[in-house]
């Protein structure tokens, strides 16, 4: 071999290496507690949910939990025979929450959510693929619907997270 292929060669596996390592890194500093902080269609600068939503994201070593839920969702009193008004009432509470949870992965700029559980039942065992950044304690996950609207989902990291060993 000349010094012109080795030196190729050395560049290859430097290049391999860095790549593989950054991803896993990357991978890594996703972990972590997050609160919700906004979802907005960056075209419009409008939220579909309400401005006050709350929400729990908890990313640990290739699982996570989400969930949101408007402020005003509140404990309802149980009722023994519970009318049609009622029934529907509790339904439309019920139904206004999101919240799945399975194993993830990252390739690159893509976080992949495998949805082993969903409070949705058309969600079960669904495969979601959203872009991701992170600025400072934030991470933004965006993604974009058939229309071409563009929305951004920003997530506060409130803890890190610990490997259980």
Avoid: C
Wanted: cysteine-free.
């Amino acid at each position: 071999m000349t010094k012109k292929q080795i030196k190729l060669i050395y560049s290859l596996y430097l290049f391999l290496f860095l790549a593989l390592n950054t991803q896993v890194l990357k991978a890594e500093n996703i972990d972590g507690v997050y609160s919700r902080l906004s979802l907005t269609n960056i075209r419009t600068g409008q939220s579909p949910e309400a401005i006050d939503r709350q929400g729990l994201l908890i990313m640990t070593e290739g699982y996570y939990a989400m969930m949101t839920q408007n402020a005003d969702r509140h404990l309802l009193v149980k009722i023994d025979s519970p009318s049609m008004k009622e029934k529907n009432n509790y339904l439309e509470l019920w139904l206004a929450i999101n919240a799945h949870s399975g194993r993830y992965k990252i390739e690159g700029d893509t976080l992949i959510w495998y949805r082993d559980i969903s409070e949705n039942p058309k969600e079960i065992g669904t495969i979601t693929k959203l872009k991701f950044t992170q600025k400072e304690d934030q991470l933004i996950l965006y993604f974009t619907l058939s229309n071409g609207d563009r929305y951004d989902w920003v997530w506060k990291k409130i803890a890190s997270t610990i490997p259980i060993k």
